[in-house]
């Protein structure tokens, strides 16, 4: 097993109906949480970062440790560049070894965000990498910021971002949103059954902090295939740390570094077994 494109992994989860988790991490100990529980559930996950992180976590050097980890791993492991805003950073991840980047125009005239997308795809496959795309505007911004505006994609509109840009995973908002949940979200299941009937490509789901486990369930079912986790995993790490520091007035740097390591992990393990993905490396 190894780094593998993220369509194949999409692919896999489509024919077999599960889906693939998309964890996004910050550090090296979160790396390591994040292989350990694919591994101890033999499970192929997507190991990822936002655009909009890269200032905490550079790129160069952020993008090897992922890449290095999803090399020596014991499953089938994709690197991806999530909310990928400008070519220049996308095109970076691709050299740096990639195996799939999003391009998120969702805030641009659709026709402009097919064009931008159109660029990523031929740019991506000089690289053999994956894409996915955006449409309709889910509430937030990947770091949590933003008034929360959202806007339900549309079925005409996803039919024509995918019959004109041909990309391998489609993003859609269906209520969903970044960061934490002010109060529980109202998925619509009634029009992601819509688009996943019309076209064709794997489904997204960002925010994937504080659906339920029945809305996970009932999201893969009709359509999702890839879910993303960012907030969950960190607030599961901050924590596991708080309550480290609280327990003792001594905490040595290495039982810390461990601690982060294990609040990944096990935020991890737990969405692999909702999502479906465990014993499918
Ligand atoms: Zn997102």
């Known amino acids: 097993m190894a780094i593998v494109n993220m369509k194949e992994l999409l692919i896999n989860a489509q024919q077999e109906n599960y889906c693939i988790g998309a964890f996004s991490i910050a550090n090296m100990e979160m790396i390591m949480g994040a292989l350990k529980a694919a591994e101890e559930t033999r499970s192929p996950i997507i190991l990822q970062i936002a655009e909009v992180r890269l200032k905490y976590s550079p790129l160069s050097l952020i993008a090897p ?19 990928g805003e400008s070519l220049d950073t996308i095109e970076e991840a691709l050299t740096l070894g990639f195996t799939s980047v999003m ?26 990498a994956a894409v996915e795309g955006e449409i309709g ?21 996803a039919k024509k971002f995918y019959d004109e840009t041909g990309v391998d995973a489609l993003a859609i908002a269906i209520g969903n949103a970044h960061g934490v949940y002010t109060s529980a979200p109202n998925l619509n299941f009634t029009r992601l059954k819509e688009i996943s009937t019309s076209i064709k490509v794997p489904l997204v789901l960002h925010g994937g902090s ?3 486990e029945e809305g996970f369930k009932e999201s893969i079912e009709y359509g999702i295939k890839k879910i993303n986790v960012a907030t969950a995993t960190f607030n599961s790490v901050v924590k596991s740390v708080d309550k480290l520091f609280k327990s003792s007035n001594t905490v040595d740097y ?22 479906g993905s465990y014993n499918k490396a």
Do not use: C, Q, W
């Open 103 to 128: 391009y998120d125009g969702s805030h641009l005239p659709i026709e402009e965000n097919i064009k931008n997308t159109k660029k990523v795809i031929a740019m991506a496959k000089k690289y053999g």
């Open 137 to 157: 505007i889910i509430g937030k911004k990947e770091d949590g910021s933003g008034d929360g505006e959202s806007l339900i994609t549309r079925v005409e509109d």
């Open 65 to 83: 440790m992922m890449i290095e980890g999803a090399r020596h791993a014991e499953v089938p492991v994709a690197v991806h560049l999530d909310h």
């Open 210 to 212: 504080g659906i339920t």
């Open 254 to 275: 290495f039982t810390y570094h461990n601690n982060v390591i294990e609040a990944a992990y096990e935020n991890i393990k737990k969405h692999i077994k909702i999502f």
